[in-house]
């Protein structure tokens, strides 16, 4: 994405260092907290699917939407 940014038209794979393949995380992503912060994003994600209001059926159309 960097690199599509940073330069004209698409990025190009030969602009890219390699060693970025080699990189567990993204920069800036402390490994200390990794598995307690990505244990908290499902567990989060979990409580929302659950707790959300779901309703059994398509609201009708608005009436402004209806041409």
């Known amino acids: 994405m960097l690199d599509a940014i940073g330069?004209?038209?698409p990025a190009a794979?030969?602009?890219i260092d390699r060693?970025?393949?080699a990189q567990g995380l993204m920069?800036?992503?402390d490994p200390a907290q990794f598995?307690?912060?990505?244990?908290?994003v499902g567990l989060v994600a979990?409580?929302?699917v659950l707790t959300y209001?779901?309703?059994?059926r398509e609201?009708?159309?608005?009436?402004y939407a209806a041409g």
């Open 19 to 21: 060693g970025v393949c």
């Open 7 to 9: 330069h004209p038209g």
């Open 46 to 48: 979990g409580q929302q």
């Open 53 to 56: 209001p779901h309703t059994s």
């Open 27 to 29: 920069p800036g992503v």
């Open 35 to 40: 598995p307690a912060n990505f244990a908290n």
């Open 13 to 15: 794979p030969s602009r």
């Open 59 to 63: 609201p009708p159309l608005k009436a």
